[in-house]
């Protein structure tokens, strides 16, 4: 079935989407009740509404999946984002139950979006498609629809926190679990869910029909969410799952579950016109005046310098200012000497491979299309005056000089480095780390400013997951030429021998560099603390200003206190105090 691209916005408005931010309200209560289905639109407006709040919940999930991690780091910048220590803790992985913080948000956010589930899947077992117009097809796509995103927040949980409560009914908290069940059983029933409702969910059916699917859980999606529930199952509850993963993952490449291909540029899976793209398997749809979760604070929109809108033009832009939050972490000390860590330093391992297109200092050239991804040195623009202007530090007279390391350069040229040698989170300044734009930022006068939409799962992912199951099967050619179909477009024609995987060129690969090339390809996009801990690197690694932690404990989060004192049927997670 078709579905217009902004439904789930306009089945909420813009009172409900503000309403997304009150963790204590009943985000449900005046939209699902008996009275409210009277036609089909009203049926499809039901079912879409947790798919706002689902976007919206992404923020929480991408803070703790990235800061706490080896590439993302927030320091302190002249005396900003110190934030009463809040960044520090998640670099540190010093969290305890009385943070809250993003670690809280995810649990609330997370169960509000299954219980909006579930009341929706009630209501839907009460109707009779016949008198709304539906075909039983139609009908049962919608029910698995909400079955689909509800394993969606089940496997986020499961990652995050292990231990979670098992609830699948609204109306009769009976069926629900009053405490945490194992985490066997939550990853059955997301296993089950899945599988179940993949047939029932739309197929599609041939390349470039991605636009009149986009929003909704396809097959290829969940069968997608199986490759990642199979691909962690070994960190989750102890089982290796790797052959079923590339089981699924091989049949998503085959075309089993629909029609993709891997996009011919690397930013083209978040572009403005992305819904197009053939890479995208699951988005959520966003629009300047509608829902953009992603060009939001918590994600992308304070990856930035501060005074970025100078350099971009977009100073007109609905997302208000940028900042800077999130910065790469650093790749070189405060004497111009490369840091030996194995792991973190990403521009560096970008760098590894010369001629990435992504390395290419980020420009907006005009008509809705950009080159590179990253900022740094000096971000010259033209002022209204016609004047060339620097990017400048906010509330310090100095123009920025970015670079990949971290301390107190202030005003210093390009070539000279600080007396002070201290490189921390708490000594850092607006030059301090490569800054990035995953999506773009467009000019405002550019008519498809900020129109991406924001990609959830794309076929990358699935074909890298299948090259790490292949590789830790010993097959490393097969893996080598999976990951080299979507690598190739990276790089120049000219440096494809030195840069794709053997036997299709020289680089060598083998766990540690397929980590690495996890960290490229899909720098920045909420996965990274999970690709550690697969690698059994998180808790006991080693990268800038972070030692290894004291025990493995730190590999899921506690559950806050609040939580803990609604529910006394709790438990908190091994390693923590109660």
């Not at 005074?307 to 999130?326: E, I, L, P, V, W």
């Not at 670079?403 to 201290?422: C, E, I, N, Y």
């Amino acid at each position: 079935m078709k579905l217009l691209k902004y439904i789930a916005a306009v089945s909420v408005g813009l009172a409900a989407m503000t309403a997304c931010t009150d963790l204590d309200e009943n985000l449900y209560d005046q939209v699902a009740t008996q009275n409210y289905y009277n036609t089909k639109n009203d049926v499809i407006r039901a079912v879409f509404r947790p798919f706002e709040h689902a976007f919206w919940s992404i923020g929480s999930r991408h803070v703790i999946n990235e800061l706490p991690a080896d590439q993302l780091i927030t320091p302190t910048r002249d005396g900003w984002w110190d934030d009463g220590g809040k960044w520090r803790t998640l670099h540190y992985h010093k969290w305890d139950v009385e943070d809250g913080g993003d670690i809280q948000t995810e649990w609330n956010g997370c169960f509000q979006g299954i219980m909006q589930c579930n009341y929706v899947i009630e209501d839907l077992a009460q109707l009779n498609p016949a008198k709304f117009g539906f075909s039983d097809a139609e009908f049962d796509n919608l029910k698995a629809q909400c079955r689909a995103l509800r394993a969606w927040f089940y496997l986020r949980l499961l990652d995050g926190f292990r231990n979670v409560p098992l609830a699948v009914s609204f109306n009769d908290v009976s069926l629900n679990s009053e405490g945490q069940v194992d985490p066997e059983v939550i990853f059955e029933f997301i296993e089950k869910e899945l599988t179940d409702c993949t047939h029932l969910l739309t197929r599609k059916e041939s390349l470039g029909t991605g636009a009149s699917l986009q929003g909704q859980w396809t097959q290829a999606a969940a069968a997608a969410l199986l490759v990642r529930l199979y691909l962690n199952a070994e960190v989750y509850v102890g089982q290796d799952r790797y052959a079923d993963c590339a089981i699924v993952a091989q049949d998503i490449i085959n075309g089993v579950y629909g029609a993709y291909e891997i996009a011919d540029r690397w930013d083209a899976p978040f572009d403005w016109n992305n819904e197009e793209c053939d890479e995208v398997i699951f988005g959520f749809p966003g629009s300047q005046g509608y829902s953009f979760w992603h060009y939001d604070s918590q994600t992308y929109w304070w990856t930035t310098p501060a005074r970025a809108r100078y350099y971009f033009g977009d100073s007109k832009a609905k997302g208000g200012d940028h900042n800077t939050k999130y910065a790469a972490s650093p790749s070189y000390d405060l004497n111009g000497e490369l840091y030996t860590y194995e792991l973190g330093m990403p521009v560096q391992n970008f760098r590894k491979y010369p001629g990435d297109e992504r390395m290419k200092l980020y420009r907006n050239l005009g008509d809705s299309k950009r080159e590179g991804m990253f900022l740094f040195g000096y971000l010259e623009y033209v002022d209204e005056s016609g004047a060339t202007k620097r990017v400048r530090a906010p509330e310090q007279p100095y123009d920025l000089y970015i670079r990949d390391a971290v301390g107190k350069f202030q005003s210093l040229a390009p070539d000279r480095w600080p007396a002070d040698k201290t490189s921390n989170l708490m000594n850092g300044d607006h030059n301090s780390g490569w800054h990035f734009a995953k999506y773009p930022f467009y000019s405002d006068d550019d008519a498809h400013q900020m129109e991406s939409d924001y990609t959830e799962i794309r076929l990358a992912e699935v074909i890298y997951s299948l090259a790490e199951c292949k590789l830790r099967e010993g097959l490393k050619n097969d893996a080598a030429k999976l990951l080299n179909k979507v690598r190739r477009r990276n790089y120049p024609a000219d440096n494809l021998n030195d840069v794709l995987y053997a036997p299709e060129g020289k680089a060598a690969l083998d766990l540690n560099e397929m980590l690495a090339e996890w960290g490229r390809e899909f720098f920045a996009e909420s996965r990274r603390r999970i690709d550690l801990i697969r690698y059994g690197k998180f808790s006991s690694g080693t990268w800038w200003d972070k030692t290894p932690d004291q025990g493995r404990y730190t590999e899921i989060f506690p559950i806050m206190r609040p939580i803990l004192n609604a529910n006394p049927a709790l438990q908190q997670n091994p390693g923590y105090n109660k």
